[in-house]
């Protein structure tokens, strides 16, 4: 969704979380490569707020996606973002790098706790 792209980052900007909000969340690490997101499956448990932090160790600007999720953010070249997440129901949720040509994409599982 690159068309939103200014105004998304705009309001990211104005909507940084509290040190409190995120103390409270399981933060899941999660680094891109050149050849895929690695681990390229993620695991946390229903009910959980959730921080996705990516470091984006391959070699170009990325962003981090997700429809299932409804989060975008980018990830310039060896930066570290965070998105939020949940509270989740069981079940497959898919992210994505959308500047990636190849499609490279990931998956947060989520389990009954
Ligand atoms: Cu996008």
Known sequence: MKVLLAVGFSLLCFSLPSVAEISERTVLPLTL????????????FAGNKLIIRMTNKSSRVAELESYDMKFEKIAPQGKTVSVFAGPLRPGKYRFFDDYSLSGYSGWLTIREE
């Not at 490569?33 to 946390?44: K, Q, S």
Request: charged letters at 15%; proline letters at 8%.
């Open 33 to 44: 490569t050149d050849n895929g997101f690695l681990p390229a499956e993620l695991t946390a």
